[in-house]
């Protein structure tokens, strides 16, 4: 549906007169009028809105996910544009996206940033230049950004250890395989879950940080595995990372006597690992890329949206997979 210009033309009018119309260069507007964060919660004012998306890297199943449910929430609303970047997995890469955005003029900026630290600067430039930021999933440093949405890792990071703490019986040996420590989930997957374990008999004998990769967790387990003859668990903070994991043990022969635990819970990987066998537990980290957009229509159209949106996650074992896991916390 497409909107009616001539239906908007006096509000148009007024925002051009009042100064506040053609402040930054909107191509795919010709009136050039600008919506953000004004307006009065009626449909947007312009026909066509431009959002860019900064991925920071396509190379994991799940941000392929997440960049399909914005594709797909965009879809019905033919008055948003999505303009896609991928960073491949390099902050300055992603720093350049923003800044790209910023010049070019977008109309909302979503980013799912690969570090907090570096890409907070970027962030706070495009919030002063006027444009609407949802950071998504990772976060960046204090709260100069129009809202965030992502699951609780901290909690998921707890409800995973208080899920091991159980099914180990309050004791054993644990490899603890982190997602970048420089990101937030995994800063957050890791306090969580010492938390959780921190007055059972559990003891990690072995800890490194994966990057989120497959093939680093692969390398690490391999490093544990030639170290230590018990183990009892591994917690990887991904199911990448867990699948790694679980691919060294079964060339090392020892797959059956380890339990592999991970987060994501995508239908088509981690889920289905639980239901091969492969991974004894995962933890749903839901990509919120719907909710993006629904934010996204809301800030176009002057409503306000909370500061924090905080998506649900459910737990996925053999005993409930096929009944499609169990919500947490
Ligand atoms: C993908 C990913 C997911 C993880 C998320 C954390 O890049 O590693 O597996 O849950 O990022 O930000």
Known sequence: MRHNTARYLPVIAALAIAGLAGCKKTPSNSAGADSHGQGDGNPITKATSTIGMSQCNLGEPWRVQMNDDIRRAAAVHPELKVIFK?????TLKQRSHIEEFI???VDLIIISPKEAQPLTEPVAKAMQAGIPVIVLDRRVTGDNYTCFIGADNRLIGREAGKWIVNTLGGKGNVVELKGLMTSTPGQDRHSGFREAIKDSQINIIFEADMKWLEPDARKEMESALSRFDQIDLVYAHND???HGAWLAANAAGRAEKIRF???DALPHEGV???KQGILDATFQYPTGGAEAIDAALK?????SVPKEITLGSR???????????????
């Open 272 to 274: 289905l690992y639980v």
């Open 240 to 242: 990448p990372g867990a």
């Open 86 to 90: 991928d960073a491949q997995n390099d």
């Open 261 to 263: 635990v991970g987060i």
């Open 103 to 105: 010049s070019a003029g």
């Open 315 to 329: 737990v996925f074992t053999k005993e409930n997979v096929d009944n499609g896991g169990e919500p947490i916390g």
């Open 299 to 303: 800030v176009l159209r002057g409503e």
